[in-house]
């Protein structure tokens, strides 16, 4: 393609020019990676910390609606959620929908849980407690507790309990004591404290207790089902959609961890609408430089691109020409800045502080390579748009007269 | 002999606000096949408004012109461009060289920009026009690396590129030296003679003017009859 070789040879003609403008777009390009990294890890920073120890979807039994039977439309009909206070609400066929959940993709792991409020009683203290039943192998499926214990051990047994330090320095209780179990069914039973754990959030540790699912099920009054079922996702940013799709197959109501977290939500979503308006900047200035550069070009070889016209070059030859000038610069300053951008980003990654923490959490694998050089590609070429109709329009007759 | 150039009633008016100049005032040329011809006039005369003209580079208020058989004052810009491409060549004052190119492409370029690309024909024409204008070994040399009267062989070698029917030449020799500007006028002359080309040079040279067939003289717009003009432009 001749246009594409005149384009070259226009940009290689004045190699320092074209450096510049070059290495201006790749600038653009770098900050903008490092911005959607630095927005995307911290999207995941907070995500994995608010998720790291609680699920990424919850199953719990739904609440009956009544079903309104169609009738008269002219006659106005409502509708009332019917809470059973005669019926205990619980996933009865919790086996096979735990079934039903590990055959889908994506999942990493799953909780049945029996959960409710107790009181354990240690001689004259009392505190409550919340209480979560689950099977012993499962115990570190969803809050990681065995990696977490400062005292003894994480075998559940049929009478063990593990408590947070908080909680157990509440009641002066230390691993291996006995301590009396009081669940809001009335059910109640000595047990021993197996380990104590310290996750670093007070809520876990000053306010829950594990036991194994067969030891909750008399103390709660469920001798079949459970209360809910806890999930854990590869993806946590999947959890909405999977939470649509476990209730519409399970009829059961799925919540994603977004819905217990909306203040987390609404802060990721204001950055991200932050780390938006960046990058729009970042582009914007990208197209101006291309736009300016061009335009400058353009001029300068006014009379050339006259003598082209004299000779009955199309004006479309000349607009290929200066908007291929732009593909070639975005391409360029995008894959440059890509690379740049990329060594920026694990620079900064690679960084610890004392603790062995990564000051920034910033995440190189996602800083939007390709969306940036698809943008800015598209962005120089349109920039190139003025410059290239405007040379096209030369009067030969006026550049050869110059 | 053919035709090759045909204008009739030829008018130029330029407008600038209320104020009407009338530039060219009803002006009839005709050039045969194979002719070489010099327009000459005094500066505001209106001989280079009338090569624009003639060169499709300038619509005229007025007339009709037809080279090498066509009607070419109906036609849009575009097919007025691909006409000049094809049909006519120029030499300008100054060599208008493309200075990122090599003597090779800057010849090449007419017939290259439409095909997109260089073929190995264009090539081997390019390069035996070089030859023809005595640069063959000037061939990848960059365009600014040779000197005025080289560059203007090569401007002529470019005109020459899409063998057009004729060749419309502006002050060629106006800015060389004696030495090249007597070089170039051999060269036009070569073309002329060996190949037929037609040619029609604006000039303010005697020494050009006389080394033509005939000369057309434009005295005040108006196309003056040999017999009455003076053998020495202004």
């Known amino acids: 393609m001749f246009a594409l070789k005149v384009a070259r040879r226009y940009l290689t003609s004045n190699p320092a020019q074209t450096v510049l403008l070059v290495t201006g777009v790749a600038l653009g390009v770098t900050v903008f990676i490092f911005i959607t990294a630095l927005i995307e890890g911290l999207a995941v920073r907070l995500t994995d910390e608010v998720t790291a120890n609680s699920a990424h979807v919850s199953l719990e039994p739904a609440t009956r609606l009544a079903e309104i039977l169609p009738g008269d439309p002219a006659v106005r009909t409502e509708g009332v959620a019917l809470v059973s206070t005669f019926q205990r609400r619980q996933i009865r066929a919790w086996r096979s929908t735990a079934e039903l959940i590990t055959r889908q993709p994506g999942i990493s792991a799953l909780s049945p849980q029996i959960s409710g409020n107790a009181f354990l009683v240690k001689g004259e203290a009392v505190q409550p407690v919340s209480v979560t039943g689950l099977e012993p192998e499962g115990l570190d499926a969803i809050t990681p507790i065995t990696p977490n214990l400062v005292a003894g051990q994480g075998a559940l047994g049929a009478d063990g309990l593990l408590i947070g330090t908080q909680l157990a320095e509440d009641l002066g209780l230390t691993a291996g004591q006995p301590v009396l179990l009081r669940t809001d069914r009335g059910g109640e039973r000595l047990l021993t404290v197996r380990g104590v754990f310290k996750t670093g959030l007070q809520s876990l540790d000053s306010r829950v207790a594990f036991l194994s699912l067969q030891t909750a099920r008399p103390l709660f009054d469920l001798p079949e089902g459970v209360t809910n079922i806890e999930i854990k996702l590869d993806d946590p940013g999947r959890a909405r959609e999977v939470a649509d799709f476990l209730a519409g197959a399970t009829g059961l109501r799925a919540t994603p961890w977004q819905d217990k977290n909306l203040n987390l939500e609404d802060a990721l979503e204001a950055q991200g609408r932050t780390g938006t308006l960046i990058q729009i900047f970042s582009l914007i200035s990208i197209i101006i430089g291309v736009a300016s550069a061009l335009v400058l070009s353009a001029y300068r070889r006014r009379s050339e691109v006259g003598i082209m016209r004299a000779f009955g070059i199309s004006g479309g030859f000349i607009v290929a020409v200066f908007m291929l000038q732009g593909l070639l610069i975005g391409l360029a300053g995008g894959l440059l800045g890509c690379v740049s951008g990329y060594g920026l980003c694990s620079f900064l990654a690679s960084l610890t502080d004392a603790e062995g923490n990564a000051p920034l959490p910033i995440a190189p694998e996602r800083g939007g390579y390709v969306a940036v050089l698809i943008l800015t590609t598209i962005g120089a070429v349109l920039a190139s748009a003025f410059p290239a109709r405007s040379a096209s329009r030369i009067d030969p007759l006026e550049a050869i007269q110059q | ?234």
């Open chain 2, 1 to 234: 002999m053919s035709r090759v150039l045909q204008a009739r009633g030829i008018v130029m008016t330029f407008r600038n606000g209320d104020e009407e100049t009338e530039v060219l005032r009803g002006v009839d040329v005709e050039l045969a096949t194979g002719e070489l011809v010099a327009l000459v006039g005094a500066s505001g005369s209106g001989k280079s408004t009338l090569l624009s003209i003639l060169g499709l580079l300038l619509r005229p208020t007025a007339g009709e012109i037809e080279i090498a058989g066509q009607r070419v004052e109906g036609m849009s810009e575009r097919a007025r461009a691909a006409f000049r491409n094809q049909r006519l060549g120029f030499v300008f004052q100054f060599h208008h060289l493309l200075p990122d190119f090599t003597a090779m492409e800057n010849v090449a370029f007419p017939a290259a920009a439409p095909a997109g690309g260089i073929t190995p024909d264009m090539r081997r024409r390019a390069l035996s026009l070089l030859d023809r204008v005595g640069l063959a070994d000037r061939a990848d040399f960059p365009a600014t690396r040779l000197s005025g009267g080289q560059k203007q062989r090569v401007a002529i070698a470019r005109a020459l590129m899409n063998k057009p029917d004729l060749i419309i030449a502006d002050e060629p020799t106006g800015n060389l030296d004696l030495r090249s500007a007597g070089q170039v006028l051999d060269l036009m002359g070569e073309v002329n003679r060996e190949d037929g080309g037609t040619f029609l040079i604006c000039t303010h040279d005697e020494h050009v003017a006389a080394r033509c067939d005939r000369r057309i003289q434009l005295v005040d717009g108006r196309v003056q009859p040999q017999d009455e003009g003076s053998d020495h432009p202004d």
